[in-house]
């Protein structure tokens, strides 16, 4: 516990000062680098067959995949499938010469499956960040719910903790937990809004944001119960040692997963329209 505290305090008074304060090319580059950092980490996880080599493009491949996301979508959906279509003809027919195809198919599923989860972990950052005037205040708000509920989950589970959430994939989580996520993610968002949103709140405004707090919390334990999944499958713990007390940068950030896709596409279809 103290090693988490001590570890998990200062990197999110970093973080919330890269959010607020940071120059958009260093949040962009952070980003960038994390998004990478990221996969290598899902690579050595997951895919048994160890290769500098795809590691370094897969990870190259995710940067510029969310640097597009950001600047050119439609670019950035065209490079989606191409890199698609490139893992399918190196995983499939670099083991179709042994004629290993079983082996072929697992490997190209998994790489598209690490290229698809880290692009959904970080691609939608820069196209939340870059909203005109309140970006960055959306972003807070985000990652807010996410953490801020990640650590009543797991408080809460200690404290009233005693139905088992999903034993099978993290035996440590409860319903109590998660409920203590979802409220303290509706007082988050009540308190962004009356404090933190930079312009004129509306009414209306109000219940947009009781309404999707208490979605981005589930959809956030939902992603945080995929990657328990993805970690019980290789029999791990932790999914690296990124961040001491509180292992790699997957477990910190996987409830983005769901949760930010959504919350991008709640800000464009709905929260603008108020």
Known sequence: MKTRLLTGIPAALALLALIVWGPSGLLQTVTLVMGSLAYWEYDTL?????????????????????????????????????????????????????????????????????????????????????????????????????????????????????????????????????????????????????????????????WKVVLIAPVLSMLAQLGDLFESVLKRSQMQKDSGAFLPGHGGILDRIDGLVFSAPIFYLFMYYFWETA
Do not use: C
Request: charged share 15%; proline share 4%.
């Open 46 to 206: 997951m895919i048994q067959r160890k290769s500098w080599m795809r590691k370094i493009l897969l990870a190259l491949s995710i940067a510029l995949e969310i640097y597009l996301l950001g600047s050119d979508p439609i670019l950035a959906l065209h490079a989606f499938w191409i890199v698609g279509v490139l893992i399918f003809i190196t995983a499939v027919m670099g083991q179709a010469r042994i004629g290993n195809f079983e082996t072929a198919l697992k490997e190209l599923a998994l790489e598209w499956l690490g290229f698809s989860y880290i692009v959904f972990l970080f691609g939608f950052l820069f196209p939340i960040v870059g909203w005109p005037e309140v970006g960055r205040a959306y972003l807070l708000l985000l990652f807010s719910i996410v953490f801020v509920g990640d650590t009543a989950a797991y408080f809460g589970g200690m404290r009233w903790g005693h139905r088992k959430l999903a034993p099978q994939i993290s035996p440590k989580k409860t319903w109590e937990g998660a409920w203590a996520a979802i409220i303290s993610s509706v007082i988050v968002a009540i308190l962004w809004a009356r404090w933190i949103y930079p312009n004129e709140v509306q009414p209306g405004f109000y």
